[in-house]
């Protein structure tokens, strides 16, 4: 069949317009399904909760540790208080003399404790030989038998702590001795050892050679001696 012109040209719009109405209509579906597939590709977001637990405070638990450190203070306070007063008691007296003080009065009082010495007729004499101190654990003093009688004349040593009197080992037969180192706390003192120059068959003029060292030492409680006392009934 044949066209005229002017129906060739109405024939081409046609067909044209028909592509452009395709292609729109492609175009549109590409577009609708590819939205759909992004859609179904991305997950739901979800919403993640979390809870966190605080312990209940403890009103009784507060207290006790706040309660805490203020009995420790007062336990630690109470441990040097007891020291405070160990120390206190053996702690010479405030107005203590610290000096050594031979001429004290309390060495000739405590003559009057001592038992009279062995010659009849004879009593104690101080002459003073001492380091008497009212701050020392130990002091000493020599009192001598009056009248010496003989060459084997008794003397005998006082003892005092912290000034006072005290009770000593009993040495009222121990013949002449000499002091020979003192301390804070203790008294050494060499004895002529009579017994043993008789057991040698010495004289009297060899008994420098025969002595016994011994310690006098305050141990807390009283004094004690260290080594031998020699010539004791």
């Not at 739901?44 to 405070?57: G, I, M, Q, R, Y």
């Not at 008497?132 to 003989?150: F, H, I, K, M």
Request: hydrophobic share 25%; proline share 9%; charged share 25%.
């Amino acid at each position: 069949m044949r066209y005229s012109p002017r129906s060739a040209r109405r024939v081409a719009a046609t067909v044209a317009t028909a592509s452009a109405l395709v292609l729109s209509a492609c175009g549109s579906g590409d577009d609708s399904s590819g939205s759909t597939d992004n859609t179904g590709a991305a997950p739901p977001s979800e919403t993640v909760t979390v809870t966190e637990e605080v312990p209940a405070e403890d009103p009784a638990g507060e207290d006790a540790a706040a309660e805490a450190p203020a009995e420790d203070a007062e336990g630690t306070e109470g441990t040097e208080d007891t020291e405070d007063g160990e120390d206190a008691e053996e702690a010479p007296p405030e107005d203590a003399n610290c000096e050594p003080d031979p001429e004290s009065p309390v060495i000739t009082d405590s003559i009057e404790n001592l038992p009279p010495p062995g010659l009849p007729d004879s009593t104690w004499v101080y002459k003073g030989d001492s380091n008497y101190n009212e701050c020392s654990d130990l002091s000493y003093a020599t009192v001598e038998q009056d009248p010496q009688g003989n060459a084997q004349f008794e003397n005998r040593l006082i003892f005092f702590h912290q000034g006072q009197y005290s009770t000593t080992p009993d040495t009222a037969n121990t013949q002449q001795h000499k002091i020979v180192d003192t301390t804070e706390d203790s008294v050494t003192v060499e004895f002529k050892d009579w017994e043993a120059l008789d057991e040698a068959g010495g004289a009297n003029v060899d008994a420098p050679n025969y002595t016994e060292t011994v310690t006098f030492r305050w141990d807390g409680n009283g004094v004690t001696a260290e080594g031998r006392i020699p010539n004791e009934p």
